[in-house]
């Protein structure tokens, strides 16, 4: 099992670009979850999916951040545009929802740097 | 709003002995709590969950045990080793049964083991 897929694994970027980041699922996986990870807030629940369908996303801080899953084994979270304070580590997480909620398992983290 | 925090920023503790690592919550809609395990660089790891109908339960080296009547929660490692030193957080979920929910996390303590 390879696990939770991000890329990139680290990105520093502008104020004022566009910023993508991908995740893949691990294979089976129907949820998917998006956290942010800073020193000031710890870790945030950003958005998440059911089977491909974004079920809660209050957790997105402005428009200027959207999330697409278009398939079960592909999402994307964007930033446009960037600023500096969102400066942070963005976590995936997937998990299978009738195996217990909670068993979310998290990729590696992408760390993005707004400059 | 309601959220889950942590008591104590930092533990030291001796290699051998044992940890325990304490969380308080407050929203009493919460049913379903979780130990994450981070090390540095790397996603959080899921250790043990425990749902609000039981008050203890136990893995390999570790108990969560869960006092309702406070809303506190705490980790217990038995016989820590210096593979245990990382970051802790406790999370809440509620649990909807038909699908997962994402978590809502506490700020962490970070668990140091002394040689």
């Known amino acids: 099992d390879a696990g939770v897929i991000q890329s990139p694994r680290h990105e520093v970027t502008e104020m004022g670009q566009e910023v993508t980041l991908r995740c893949k699922p691990i294979?089976?996986?129907?949820?998917l979850f998006w956290y942010r990870q800073t020193m000031m807030r710890g870790l945030e629940l950003l958005i998440y999916?059911?089977?491909?369908?974004?079920?809660?996303d209050s957790g997105m801080p402005e428009d200027r951040f959207s999330a697409k899953m278009p398939n079960a084994s592909f999402s994307t979270l964007k930033i446009q545009p960037s600023e500096p304070r969102d400066s942070a580590v963005y976590f995936c997480?997937?998990?299978?929802?009738?195996?217990?909620?909670?068993?979310?398992?998290f990729g590696p983290g992408t760390r993005l740097t707004v400059t | 709003g309601e959220s889950v925090g942590l008591h104590l920023p930092t533990l030291s503790v001796q290699e051998g002995d044992n940890s325990i690592i304490n969380c308080a919550y407050s929203n009493s809609a919460s049913d379903y709590f979780i130990w994450y395990k981070q090390e540095s660089g790397k996603g959080p790891q899921f250790i043990i969950d425990i749902r609000s109908n039981m008050d203890k339960r136990q893995g390999q080296r570790v108990t969560v045990l869960l006092n309702k009547t406070v809303k506190h929660l705490s980790l217990q490692i038995a016989a820590t080793q210096p593979g245990d030193s990382a970051v802790y957080f406790c999370a809440e979920n509620r649990y909807s049964g038909g699908g997962a929910d994402g978590l809502t996390f506490g700020k962490g303590t970070h668990l140091i083991i002394q040689p």
């Open positions: 294979s089976g996986h129907n949820s």
């Open positions: 997480a997937s998990s299978r929802p009738l195996r217990g909620a909670g068993e979310q398992y």
């Open positions: 999916f059911n089977n491909n369908v974004p079920i809660d």
